[in-house]
Every structure is written in C-alpha cells, then in structure tokens.
C-alpha cells in the first residue's frame, strides 16, 4: 500500500510488518520533502514515526481518541488521517496546520500548541467516556520535555488516584524538548533508558541468542516479551516513581521497533486503570542531519534536503530581535552580576543561549513551567538580582496568577521580555503574540514598553533592568530589525513613560506602539501624498501612557489614530481612548490592530494584508473615515 491510498488510519489493520515499514519509509519522505520546501517543525516527527503507526495499527479511530501534547510530533498523524495529499501546503495560508485543529479533522481531538496539556484533557475524556458509559479507548502521547511542565504531573498525580479509569499515556522520551532537557525529571528518564542492565539487554540479548545451536537468525517473535520481561527483573526500580503514582509502567521500549511496540500497545490496552507506556525514541530519526543536530533541526527555515543547509538568501538582513536581546543583555549581565536570564525551554529562540555560551552561572532554564519561571523570578528579585524573564508572548499566558500574586501584588522588581509579540506567522493562532498588552495593562504596579527598532530595543533593555519601583515588560515581535544602527555599549536608559514625536501635521494624530510605529511613518507618507499631514507620536509606553504628550495634541488636532500589533479589546488603542475620556476629551478616535478573531496560520505579511494592517490599508481607512469628503485613491 501506498501513503496516498491510506485515507483512514484503520487501514493499516492486517498490514504486515514490512508493509508497515514502508508506510513508515514513505511518511519520512514526505514529511521531509515538505518541510524542506515550506519549513517547519522537522525533528519531532521524524522521530515518532513508528510509535504513530505502531499505535494506530493497535486502535480503532472510529471511536478511539489520541490526544496529542503540542503538535510538534503530530506530522505523521496528520498523514495518517486523511491529509497526505495536501501535506504540501504545510503552516501555507488555507493550508494544513502546524498544529492539532478540531476543526480540521475529526482525528484531532484535541487542539493543541503549548505543552503539557494532553494527559489532562485525554482524563477529562476517559472520564466523560466511563460517565456515559462508553466503551472506547483514550491514550495521551506526550514528550519528555513536556512532562516538565507542573500541568502534567498534576494530572498524572490525578489519573494514579482513579483506579478504575482506563486511560494510556504514552511517553515520547527523546531527551529533547527544543533543546535538551533539564530538571530531575527527564535525569530519572534518562537514568532509565542508559542504565546498564537495560542496555546490556537491548543491545546484546538477541545477538547472544542468535549463537545458540538450533536458533541461528529464525528468533522466536516472543523474543521482545522475553527481553522485556528481563528487563524488568533486572532493573527492578524501573517505573517505580510512575507505579508509585498508580500506574501500571511498561518500558521503556524501542520507539522505532514496530513489533516491539506493536506488542506493548496490545498488552497495555488490556491492562485496566492508568497504563503509561516509555517509548525511547529518537528526534530527527531516519535523517542524519538532524540526528546529528537535534536543536537546530528542531524546525526549519526551507532547507536543501541533500545537504541540509538553509537555502541562501539573495540579499543580506539586519540581525533578529531575539539575537539583538540576547547580545545586549549578556554584554550588560557580564558588568552586572546581579542580571540573571532565566528561560522556560526556549533559550535559542529567545536568544538566551547567547546568554547561557557566555555567562552560564547566570542563565537558568527551568524547563516547560513558565508558571515557576515567574515565581522563581520573584525570589531571585527578593534577594535583590534583577532576573529577567524572557519568555514568548503567547507562553507567559500561562503565568497569569504568578504575575499578579508572586510579582505585581508584592511589587518585585521582574523583567519580563516578551519575544513573538504580534503576529508570528505559520505557526497559527496558538502562538500569535496576540494579548500581552491587555492582559498585563490591567495590572497594578506594571510598566509597559515596546521599541519602534532594535536600536530601541536596546535601551529598553537598559530601561527594565535599572528599573526597581516594580515590574517591568518589554514586547518586541518576531523577525528582523529595519538595520539601524546599533551600540556596542553605553546604552542610555529611557524615562519611565514618555513617547516621543516622530512627524509632526495638523490634520490628524497618528499613535503608534511598538512595531507599529515604521509603518505608521509609512502611513502618515502615503496620506501626505494625498495632502493630509499626521503627527505621528512613538508611545514607547502603553503604561503608564505619555497624557502629557497625547491628550493636548489630540485635543489640538481633533482627530485621533492609534495603532498596534494586538489585541483591539482592552490594548493600547483602549488605553489612550480611556485617556482621553477621563479628562473629557471628546474627539473621533480610530483604533487599528488586530480585532476580535483568530488570526490562523499564514505568513505575517498575509495575515497583516487579511487584517488590513499595511500601511496602504491603513492610509485608505484613515482618509475614508476622516476625510471622506475629498477624492481619495490609495492603490493596496
């Protein structure tokens, strides 16, 4: 059988295992094929290739559910499930998703783009299913990087006390989240799959008995079931943290050995109450590249497949925001030993790993718990370091009750930088950068800041770490700078909430937060072609608000546009409207930013377009509601 001819997973029930294996072969074509032309997430599922296939032949996915954590490891379940066909139009707009999507298929049962949610929501529906009294099975793949994360072990803690609940997890142990683990979570892990007797086992048991007289190379198919079962005798603590927890522990097995986990899979479904299954796979297998380099093959920027180089660019860039981070901060930590990074599993994408090459004793990685990455930044900030949390918008979602109770209430000094700010592209809307002004405006005791450039960026960076009334966050967006230029050193700090004028018109205010503050000088461009003059005003602040500066020239000019790369309800344009109506400064005010909807996976250009975010958008609207008595034409 053919990869294209499998429209339903259960059509691999009754396939032999060399007909599997070519599933398997063809699934990692594939899934290269596309990523090195689109990019994408490459490593994770390369790596579970087996473990899918090996699980679906074992289930029915006409009432059997598989909650998969993250997405990450989802690519062969996507083409495993209806969707090889359009495979190629990967994180493409209109296309498939990087992600689990409900709505994208009845086999995601469960969308999902941050970590550590799958044996949870998988417990809510065995419990669901027991309540009804439905007989299908539900079994939770999760990485070990993801089982760092605090959500997982609480439900672990509470699927071990529900006996009677039939539930299958599946540990995906690779070592690897993005980077590699750390925490004594994934040691113990590793402890389990390099011990010595597991080991001794794995690799020498069947080549041992291939020397006995009467066996040769014909081993019996119960050989697997008899190294397991040694295996357990001879490593006797093996699962005990898990066993102790209350479920019945099965591994760890070889993730890439079909009739091994073939035969697993089977036995765990007929063992009652909470079964985890240790899975030992490898990330990036069956392509040596990203074998070799697990953390930059993690994803990809389209890549030559022969060579597994990036594919030049014809025209140089300026240097990413994350890189200008993480250059700046290390170069202020080594004069100020009192900076410490701290990063939830994310330190090449926040730049941190700049930081953790240079200066390790101030770099902390506290894995997937961004939740304790907060309230460990609280202590540091007790004791008088300046941590600073860096750590993705869309992830530090996740930390809402320690930003308030741990930080805000108690009025710690906490820096936090929010790397992806705004709209962040293929990866869909579990990641967009979407709410971080709204949800920390309304906080008491928090200062908010974002820069128009990198070269902004860095005295903002100066701004949160010499700050001590409280906390501080900075966003700056995905991508690269606009190629200012940048200091070495000697950074000037900013003054606590003061913008500054950038343009100056009589005819309309334009203000402008964060990476929207170029594009509004383009805007304020475009309408001044058409003769209208703007003032454009780079906020700087969204808390507290430079009034000193906005409320008399909106009085002045009478017409008011705020600009922003988030959230309309509750975000900046909601903070200068508020502004101007607590001092009754009854003027028309236009907010543009992003409205009450989900921006889906596209390119960021896309989804500003779709969003009416350009620039020649922008003009067009403001000319339309403001001048629409003049004859305007603004070509998009």
């Excluded at 059997?64 to 997405?71: E, Y």
């Excluded at 006390?161 to 925490?183: A, C, F, Q, R």
């Excluded at 006797?236 to 091994?260: C, R, S």
């Excluded at 409280?470 to 940048?486: H, M, Q, S």
């Amino acid at each position: 059988m053919h990869l294209s001819e499998l429209t339903h997973p259960n059509q691999l029930h009754g396939l032999s295992t060399y007909q599997l294996q070519q599933i398997a072969r063809q699934i990692r074509e594939k899934h290269l094929e596309t990523v090195a032309a689109t990019g994408g997430h490459l490593g994770p599922g390369l790596g579970v290739v087996e473990l899918t296939i090996a699980l679906y032949y074992t289930l029915d996915l006409d009432q059997d559910k598989v909650i998969w954590d993250v997405g990450h490891q989802a690519y062969p379940h996507k083409m495993l499930t209806g969707r090889y066909s359009r495979f190629h139009t990967l994180r493409q707009k209109d296309g498939i998703a990087g992600y689990l999507k409900r709505c994208e298929s009845k086999f995601d049962h469960f969308g999902a783009g941050h970590a550590s949610t799958s044996i949870s929501a998988a417990l809510g529906m065995a419990l669901a299913r027991d309540h009804k009294g439905e007989k299908f099975k539900v079994a939770a793949v999760i990485g070990d990087g993801a089982l760092t994360g605090g959500m997982a072990l609480e439900a672990i803690n509470h699927a071990g006390h529900l006996p009677k609940t039939n539930l299958l997890v599946v540990l995906n142990d690779n070592e690897m989240s993005i980077s590699p683990n750390v925490g004594a979570i994934p040691r113990y892990l590793n402890k389990l799959r390099l011990s010595p007797p597991v080991q001794f086992l794995s690799d020498n048991l069947e080549e041992q008995l291939k020397h006995l007289p009467f066996v040769g190379e014909s081993i019996s198919p119960d050989l697997n079931r008899l190294k397991e079962g040694m295996k357990r005798l001879a490593v006797p603590k093996v699962g005990a943290v898990f066993e102790e927890l209350g479920f019945t522990y099965m591994g760890p097995i070889d993730g890439h050995n079909l009739e091994e986990l073939i035969a697993t899979f089977q036995q765990a479904h007929k063992t009652p109450g909470p079964v985890l299954v240790h899975v030992a796979t490898v990330k990036g297998k069956g392509y040596e590249v990203a074998e070799q380099d697990q953390v930059g093959y993690h994803a990809q920027n389209p890549f030559n497949l022969a060579t597994g180089k990036a594919i030049p660019s014809n025209k140089p860039k300026p240097p990413g925001y994350s890189k200008v981070f993480g250059e700046t901060l290390t170069k202020i930590a080594e004069n100020d030993p009192r900076v410490i990074g701290i990063t939830a599993a994310m330190a090449t994408g926040t730049g941190l790993d700049i930081l953790q090459k240079r200066l390790p004793d101030q770099y902390i990685d506290v894995g997937i718990a961004e939740q304790h990455a907060v309230t460990l930044a609280a202590g540091l900030a007790c004791e008088g370091m300046r941590p600073v949390a860096t750590i993705y918008s869309t992830f530090l979602q996740r930390a809402f009750d320690q930003i308030i109770h741990d930080v805000c209430i108690q009025k710690l000094p906490v820096f936090f930088c929010l790397d992806r700010a705004g709209i962040v592209g293929a990866d869909g809307p579990t990641h967009q950068g979407m709410y971080d002004i709204a949800y920390l405006r309304c906080i008491p005791n928090m200062v908010l800041m974002a820069p128009k450039d990198e070269a902004e960026l860095q005295r903002m960076i100066v701004t949160g770490i010499e700050y001590t009334e409280g906390a501080i966050a900075l966003r700056y967006p995905r991508g690269n700078g606009y190629g200012v230029p940048l200091m070495e050193e000697g950074w000037e700090p900013l003054e606590i909430g003061k913008g500054e004028i950038l343009r100056t018109g009589d005819d309309v205010l334009l203000v402008a937060y964060g990476s929207m503050v170029y594009p509004s000088m383009q805007t304020a461009e475009i309408l001044h072609e058409h003769g209208i003059e703007a003032t454009v005003v780079n906020a700087r602040f969204a808390k507290p608000l430079d009034t000193e500066l906005i409320l008399p020239l909106a009085e002045k000019i009478g017409r008011v546009v705020t600009l922003e790369e988030g959230c309309l309800p509750g975000g900046f344009g909601s903070a200068v409207a508020e502004a101007l109506l607590d001092v009754d400064i009854r003027v028309p005010l236009t907010r543009i930013g992003v409205p009450d909807i989900l921006v889906d996976h596209a390119s960021p250009d896309q989804s500003k377009a779709s969003l009416g975010l350009t620039p020649a958008q922008m003009a067009e609207r403001i000319l339309s509601k403001f001048f629409s008595t003049q004859e305007v034409t603004v070509s998009i």
